[in-house]
Nanobody, 122 residues
Framework: QVQPVESGGGLAQAGGSLRLSCAAS????????MGWFRQVPGKEREFVAA????????NYADSVKGRFTVSRDNAKNTVYLQMNSLKPEDTAVYYC???????????????WGQGTRVTVSS
């Protein structure tokens, strides 16, 4: 089982960039498809991006396509989310977790970490 710990959030101005990291414990990290999600108060958690086990395949929500890039380093048990051209509507708590597949990025574990907060000012 992978236990994710997110970091890298903070305050950014619109048009700026942030890089989120997700360090996951577990010796089988490379066997999991990983995804990033985000949630704002009062709304359901939404999918942001997913990456295959090898990192060769990715999938993005339409709202972040062309601005965000997901990557992973299996040697470091870490998945990243590079966020460029940030918008105020990107403000949320960001989480990473295992997902079923890149094209079906639903979490099956039901267990979430603390997330990392991103705030984008206009």
């Amino acid at each position: 089982q992978v236990q994710p710990v997110e970091s890298g959030g903070g305050l950014a101005q619109a048009g700026g960039s942030l890089r989120l990291s997700c360090a996951a414990s577990g010796r089988t990290f490379s066997s999991y498809v990983m995804g990033w999600f985000r949630q704002v108060p009062g709304k359901e958690r939404e999918f942001v991006a997913a990456i295959s086990r090898s990192g060769e395949s990715t999938n993005y929500a339409d709202s972040v396509k062309g601005r965000f890039t997901v990557s992973r380093d299996n040697a470091k048990n870490t998945v990243y989310l590079q966020m460029n051209s940030l918008k105020p509507e990107d403000t949320a708590v960001y989480y990473c977790n295992t997902v079923a597949t890149v094209l079906r990025p639903v979490n099956l574990s039901g267990s979430w970490g603390q997330g990392t907060r991103v705030t984008v000012s206009s």
